[in-house]
């Protein structure tokens, strides 16, 4: 298995650009989530889907952050417009959710600079 | 609502010496608990999980952690380090039954020769 896939692994934009991260989960996982990490503010959950369902995303910063799932396969995060503040590094993350624990696999992240 | 603490931001540490990381996790349920490494400019990678059983915990790497309920305590452990040990580690929890994977600020493990 190839992991969880994201790309790009490096965006570099301008402010007021839009931004489209994209995730591929480990195929079988039923659960993705979205992870930003900043040196600020450490690791914070974005949203996270079961399903292809978005479950919670009271972690999305703002209305500029949008995510999407259409298919098991594939999620994307979008930021539009993009700002400076929303310099980090995009974590995407799969798991099989049963009744049991949750064990995640990360991606190895989108870093995104806007200017 | 769970939080993880992660009492040290850094630790420095010789080559061959032990180590130790510490977690405090918060939480008035049961809880599943997770070390993570992440080594620069890669993603996590998970190094051990206490699901239930025994408290003692072996990961990969030859680390080991050892779950204290009544401390509330994840502690991470390794009895000898190398220099390819250093990155950055971070204690995660999970309520039983949940979805949401709460992380520790981390901790910053630099090993010196």
């Known amino acids: 298995d190839a992991g969880v896939i994201q790309s790009p692994r490096h965006e570099v934009t301008e402010m007021g650009q839009e931004v489209t991260l994209r995730c591929k989960p480990i195929?079988?996982?039923?659960?993705l989530f979205w992870y930003r990490q900043t040196m600020m503010r450490g690791l914070e959950l974005l949203i996270y889907?079961?399903?292809?369902?978005?479950?919670?995303d009271s972690g999305m910063p703002e209305d500029r952050f949008s995510a999407k799932m259409p298919n098991a396969s594939f999620s994307t995060l979008k930021i539009q417009p993009s700002e400076p503040r929303d310099s980090a590094v995009y974590f995407c993350?799969?798991?099989?959710?049963?009744?049991?624990?949750?064990?995640?696999?990360f991606g190895a992240g989108s870093r995104l600079t806007v200017l | 609502a769970q939080s993880v603490t992660q009492l040290d931001s850094q630790v420095p540490v010789f080559e061959e010496a032990p180590v130790e990381l510490r977690c405090n996790y918060s939480?008035?349920?049961?809880?599943?608990l997770f070390w993570y490494v992440q080594y620069p400019n890669q993603g996590l990678q998970l190094l051990l999980k206490?699901?239930?059983?025994?408290?003692l915990v072996k990961g990969i790497n030859g680390f080991e952690a050892e779950f204290n309920k009544s401390q509330t305590s994840f502690h991470l452990r390794k009895p000898s380090v190398h220099i390819s040990d250093t990155a950055e580690y971070f204690c995660?929890?999970?309520?039983?039954?949940?979805?949401?994977?709460?992380f520790g600020a981390g901790t910053i493990l630099r090993v010196k020769s």
């Open positions: 993350a799969s798991s099989f959710s049963n009744s049991g624990a949750n064990v995640l696999t």
């Open positions: 195929s079988g996982h039923n659960s």
């Open positions: 889907f079961n399903n292809n369902v978005p479950i919670d």
């Open positions: 939480s008035s349920v049961s809880v599943y």
């Open positions: 206490y699901l239930s059983g025994s408290t």
């Open positions: 995660a929890a999970v309520m039983e039954y949940g979805n949401k994977l709460v």
